[in-house]
């Protein structure tokens, strides 16, 4: 399987714990990208990376939320103190951006959490 | 005012019909446009992405973008009830914040048979 991967797929938490969720890109991207979507709503950008680098995170992005790209492939999404407005699917997407083309976007499958 | 908006839906046509699907944005400095299609519980899967003005096809879906109106739009011909799902506008910002994408609240398109 050559697209993006996410693990877990269900998360359920009680409120207070923290989770982390992965996302594994295509292998050649160097974009990595975090969105949330919450029901009856389009993706919300979340943050980005370009190779290790996290180029650009939302404002509207409170500091219990993290993320990391340490070795330029793989990232991790952790959430300290979940609430139960996180609820959602947090999806990720990786592109390639070069110096041509318009670095499409390939979503993963998503982790859909649950804050109790 | 939202940065990128959709038609209200839901939209429902009958099988065989041309669905038509609006977008509007906000930034004049946006580069890149994109539709995704999102069935019920599954991710966003592209299925077209348009950059220049005028008309852009593949099979039975067309993206007409518009930048001086800021409008961008998706025409599905001979619509078929695999096709219903929400459909995704996605901007894609320039400048500093290039690669971005700022999707719309989606459109949900039922097809009948």
């Known amino acids: 399987d050559t697209g993006v991967s996410q693990d877990p797929r269900h998360k359920i938490t009680k409120r207070g714990q923290n989770v982390t969720f992965r996302c594994d890109p295509i292998s050649e991207h160097n974009r990595l990208y975090w969105y949330r979507q919450t029901l009856g709503q389009g993706p919300e950008f979340l943050t980005y990376?370009?190779?290790?680098?996290?180029?650009?995170k939302s404002r509207l992005l409170s500091d219990r939320f993290s993320a990391e790209r340490p070795k330029g492939s793989f990232s991790t999404l952790e959430i300290q103190r979940t609430e139960q407005g996180d609820s959602a699917m947090y999806l990720c997407?990786?592109?390639?951006?070069?110096?041509?083309?318009?670095?499409?976007?390939?979503f993963g499958a998503g982790t859909r959490l649950s804050v109790l | 005012q939202k940065e990128v908006e959709q038609n209200s839906g839901p939209l429902s046509v009958p099988e065989g019909a041309i669905a038509s699907l609006n977008c509007t944005y906000s930034d004049r400095g946006s580069q890149s446009f994109f539709w995704y299609r999102q069935y019920s519980g599954k991710s966003p899967e592209l299925i077209m992405f348009?950059?220049?003005?005028g008309d852009k096809e593949d099979g039975r879906f067309t993206a007409q973008l518009n930048k001086a109106s800021q409008y961008v739009s998706l025409l599905i011909r001979d619509s078929q009830p695999s096709d219903s799902a929400t459909y995704l506008c996605?901007?894609?910002?320039?400048?500093?914040?290039?690669?971005?994408?700022?999707f719309g609240q989606g459109t949900i398109l039922t097809v009948h048979p």
């Open positions: 997407a990786s592109s390639f951006w070069g110096l041509a083309g318009v670095g499409i976007q390939y």
């Open positions: 348009i950059y220049s003005n």
């Open positions: 996605a901007v894609m910002a320039g400048g500093t914040s290039y690669g971005k994408l700022t």
């Open positions: 990376f370009q190779n290790e680098a996290q180029l650009e």
